[in-house]
C-alpha cells in the first residue's frame, strides 16, 4: 500500500523557546496521522467496534522546522500480529525533501465493548495492505 501522507505548515504554535519545532509537537503530529489514516481506511462497522491506543513511540530527530515550512508526513504500517501493530512515520520538509523525523511506534488494538486489547483481524490487516 502506498504511504498515506498530508502535509502541514509550521505555525508560531509549533515552535519552542529555540523558534523551531518542539518535540512534542512531533509526538502529536505521529499521533494525528495515524488517526487521520485510519479514519480515511477503516469502514463505519470497523471504527464502531474498534480504536487503537498508543504503547510506545521511538523518534530519531536529524533536522529543525521552523516557523512556515511546510512539512510533508508520510505513514505506513511495518508490521502487524497478535494485538500489536508498528506504523512507521517519516516528516520531511516539502521544499527541501530532507528527512526531519522519523519514528516507530506500536499500538494495540482494543475492542471497544470490551475496552481490552484483541487480535488484529484479517480484516483490518488487509486494510494497511
Known amino acids: 500500500m502506498k504511504p498515506f501522507e498530508t502535509t502541514i505548515v509550521v505555525t508560531e504554535h509549533d515552535l519552542d523557546d529555540l523558534n523551531h519545532v518542539n518535540n512534542v509537537r512531533y509526538v502529536q503530529w505521529v499521533n494525528d496521522i495515524a ?12 471504527k464502531e467496534e474498534y480504536f487503537w491506543v498508543m504503547l510506545s513511540n521511538h523518534i530519531d530527530y536529524k ?22 501493530s508498528t506504523r512507521i512515520v517519516e516528516i520531511y520538509n516539502k521544499d527541501t525533501s530532507k528527512l526531519l523525523a522519523k519514528s516507530e511506534t506500536n499500538w494495540c488494538l482494543i475492542r471497544k465493548k470490551t475496552q481490552k486489547p484483541t487480535r488484529i483481524t484479517s480484516e483490518i490487516r488487509d486494510l494497511f495492505l
Open 35 to 46: 488517526k487521520q489514516n485510519w479514519e480515511q481506511i477503516a469502514p463505519p462497522t470497523i
Open 63 to 84: 533536522q529543525a522546522a521552523y516557523l512556515n515550512d511546510t512539512i510533508l508526513i508520510k505513514t505506513y504500517v511495518s508490521k502487524s500480529e497478535g494485538v500489536k
